[in-house]
T-cell receptor, first 115, second 116 residues
Framework: AQKITQTQPGMFVQEKEAVTLDCTYD???????LFWYKQPSSGEMIFLIYQGSYDQQNATEGRYSLNFQKARKSANLVISASQLGDSAMYFCAMREGYGNNRLAFGKGNQVVVIP | DAGVIQSPRHEVTEMGQEVTLRCKLISGHNSLFWYRQTMMRGLELLIY????????DSGMPEDRFSAKMPNASFSTLKIQPSEPRDSAVYFC??????????????FGPGTRLTVL
């Protein structure tokens, strides 16, 4: 079964608007971490933000925030005030349990920011 | 601090040739991961090391692939002999290796391998 599901089709977003990227996950482990990475057309994978399963508050990093809904098992990424440089693929990933270094990645969401 | 360093950035080779990809971890990191990314299969974990020891190599496609960590800061991924289906982007990532869920993996720029 898929651990991480990202099913949105490619998205076009107007510059300066906010965009929400969906991510749902599947785990029975009470302890897990969720990560978002950005992959622009140049190819590198850039870490954006982390959310722990026991964190009481939604994670924020600059213009990035996580809408973490534990009961629904969703960890949506919100990018506020989109910029042209936000055009990229965005990957959601999860690590389960302690002592387990494996990350399960979703298939990614494509975002294109238009001026 | 320098990030994860990979070389070469691009490699074009002919089928049957040996290919060696190199990776230098972020200073102070103890875990090293090799990934492969293709359009068809997405991002796949090939192998990871903790403190120079291979922990999980279940993602290594076959015996043609091998990975080593000759020291704490450096790793190689070798493909011998290479085949056209090995064409992909190969990423190396490193993390502190503290084993809890906050342990973030930082990726290198990747090596784009084309096997003709």
């Amino acid at each position: 079964a898929q651990k991480i599901t990202q099913t949105q089709p490619g998205m076009f977003v107007q510059e300066k608007e906010a965009v929400t990227l969906d991510c749902t996950y599947d785990t029975s482990d009470p302890s897990y971490g969720l990560f978002w990475y950005k992959q622009p057309s140049s190819g590198e994978m850039i870490f954006l933000i982390y959310q722990g399963s026991y964190d009481q508050q939604n994670a924020t990093e600059g213009r990035y925030s996580l809408n973490f809904q534990k009961a629904r098992k969703s960890a949506n990424l919100v990018i506020s005030a989109s910029q042209l440089g936000d055009s990229a693929m965005y990957f959601c990933a999860m690590r389960e349990g302690y002592g387990n270094n494996r990350l399960a990645f979703g298939k990614g969401n494509q975002v294109v920011v238009i001026p | 601090d320098a990030g994860v360093i990979q070389s070469p950035r691009h490699e074009v080779t002919e089928m049957g040739q040996e290919v060696t990809l190199r990776c230098k971890l972020i200073s102070g990191h103890n875990s090293l991961f090799w990934y492969r990314q293709t359009m068809m299969r997405g991002l796949e974990l090939l192998i990871y090391f903790n403190n120079n020891v291979p922990i999980d190599d279940s993602g290594m496609p076959e015996d043609r692939f091998s990975a080593k960590m000759p020291n704490a800061s450096f790793s190689t991924l070798k493909i011998q002999p290479s085949e056209p289906r090995d064409s992909a982007v190969y990423f190396c990532a490193s993390s502190l290796g503290i084993g809890d869920n906050t342990d973030t993996q930082y990726f290198g720029p990747g090596t784009r391998l084309t096997v003709l």
